[in-house]
Structure formats: structure tokens, C-alpha cells
């Protein structure tokens, strides 16, 4: 049950028929799939599926081999600036300093943003305040909770109002408090500049409760996407949980957890944000 690929007047990310291989082995066959503006889509699918190569094809991180992809009705290959300019992006390693303070980390992208001295001051008071982090702000990064440290990490990523912001497993090492502490805040801003959030994650009942729809991704092709309550449907139980239908058009197959490397990384993460 793939989504077609059709025009959508509101359509924020644009993929169609996008592929990326690392030597000889193919991550991301040929996926297609649209977000319009001010929606929040969730990208599942097992460790290795392909969701973070998808991410960084997207955030220009990385080229894609074939295929089309278009954010803010530019191409991510050959207008990479323009895309950065209209996106913001959270990855799933840290990307604050520890050493600093939230202010400070906030003023350095700020002017790494290009924002004038009068703008930068006026939103990075804001998105304090927005991120209910002003009181926190004069303390250094490293004694920060691991919700705070994700909360600044989206002010961060807010600076220059993106109409698109990216989350890379935003939640993963946060306790249930933290995690719906973070996603409060996501909410009241996707709501307040009606941006589109794409996000990767594993946690089922996350993607249920915050997306209008989700994709479900398995061996670098797109297997269906949807309205959580259409894919119930389709599957032929209405009352089933995100989880069964997770595993039903993933096969039921077990996760491979990643390899050491994936594993050590989220391990790391989650001591650090613990």
C-alpha cells in the first residue's frame, strides 16, 4: 500500500524515486513520499532501514545518488543553501557544548546564522522563555538535564524561524517526563509558526500521539505510509496498536538493534542526556 506521489499545493518535502548507496550496497531504493506544511510526519522503520540516510539526503548533509528531493520548493542537491536556510535540525548526537552556557550557545549560532545583533537578542530571549529554559540560562550546558539539554537543542535549531524542522530520534535516552516535557514545547511551536516536524523515532506511542501521518520504512523502501488510523485499517483491524502494524508490514521481524557502532553511539547518548 505505497502512497502515491501526487502534487500537493502545500507540500514542504518534495521525494520522489530517492536512492543512496555506499559502495555496493543500496540504503534508500527509490523512496517517495510528500509533507505539506504544518504537519507532523514520523519516518519508522528497524535499525538500519535507511531513516538517517534519508534525514541528512534531506538536510543536505549528504547527496543523493538518484532520484528527486525538494524542501521548501528547492532542490536539496543543487540549491543545498536555500535549503539550509528554511530548515532546522536536530540530529541524534549532541550538538551543544557542554562547557558553555544555553545563552552563549544559543548567541554562537545565532551569528553562525547570520542574524542581526538586535534580531539574535530578541529571539534567543523568546525561544528561552518558549523552551521554559530563561532561568537556566546563565548555567553551563553540561549541568543541564537531558530534557533542558533536547529543549535547547530545538531553540537552537528555531533561531531563524525554519518552515521545516528535522528530528533524528529527538526523544531517544529521555525518561517518559522528559520525553513529553520536550514534546509540549515541539507542539506549541509547530503550532505557533504552523511548520512541518519530520521526525525519526522508535517509540511507537510517540509517533501515534504527535503525527497526522506516518511512513514505514523497512530495507530502504518505503512499504506504506499513512494516517495511523488508515494503516490499522488496511491491515484489517481498526483497533490494533502502531506497534502491531509496525510489525506487521515490517514482517514481524525482530530489530537487529544496529551494529556496534549504532549501539555504543545511543548508549552514550543516553548517559550523557541521563
Known amino acids: 500500500m505505497k502512497e502515491r506521489m501526487e502534487a500537493h499545493p502545500e507540500a514542504v518535502i518534495e521525494v520522489r524515486d530517492l536512492r543512496r548507496s555506499f559502495g555496493s550496497i543500496a540504503v534508500v531504493k ?79 549560532f545565532a551569528k553562525i546564522l547570520g542574524l542581526k545583533k538586535s534580531e539574535r537578542e530578541h529571539r534567543i530571549r523568546e525561544l528561552l522563555a518558549f523552551m521554559e529554559l530563561a532561568d537556566a ?11 533542558m539539554v533536547r529543549r535547547l537543542e530545538i531553540a537552537q535549531a528555531m533561531l531563524h524561524e525554519p518552515r521545516v524542522l528535522f528530528l533524528d530520534e529527538p526523544t531517544v535516552g529521555l525518561d517518559p ?16 509558526y504552523r511548520m512541518a516536524i519530520f521526525l525519526t523515532t522508535h517509540y511507537m506511542e510517540e509517533a501515534e500521539a504527535v503525527c497526522r501521518r506516518v511512513g514505514i520504512l523497512d530495507r530502504g523502501e518505503m512499504v506504506v505510509a499513512g494516517t495511523p488510523a488508515r494503516l490499522k485499517e488496511s491491515m484489517g483491524d481498526p483497533a490494533a496498536s502502531l506497534d502491531e502494524v509496525f510489525a506487521h508490514y515490517t514482517g514481524n521481524r525482530l530489530s537487529t538493534g544496529g551494529n556496534y557502532r549504532e549501539l555504543k553511539q545511543v548508549r552514550r547518548l543516553s548517559r ?3
Open 30 to 108: 527509490g523512496v517517495s513520499f510528500t509533507v505539506d506544511a504544518g504537519e507532523v510526519f514520523g519516518l519508522l522503520g528497524p535499525n538500519g532501514a535507511g531513516k538517517t540516510t534519508i534525514v541528512k539526503m534531506l538536510t543536505t548533509l549528504l547527496p543523493p545518488d538518484g532520484g528527486e528531493a525538494k524542501v521548501c520548493g528547492y532542490d536539496v542537491h543543487r540549491q543545498a543553501g536555500r535549503v539550509r536556510q528554511c530548515i532546522g535540525y536536530v540530529p541524534q548526537a549532541l550538538s551543544v557544548d557542554g562547557s558553555l552556557t544555553g545563552y552563549e550557545n544559543l548567541l554562537i
Open 272 to 274: 550523557r542526556l541521563g
Open 177 to 192: 517526563v522528559a520525553r513529553k516535557g520536550v514534546w509540549e514545547r515541539l507542539l506549541d511551536l509547530q503550532q505557533k
Open 137 to 147: 540560562a546563565p548555567r553551563l550546558v553540561r549541568q543541564y538535564s537531558g530534557g
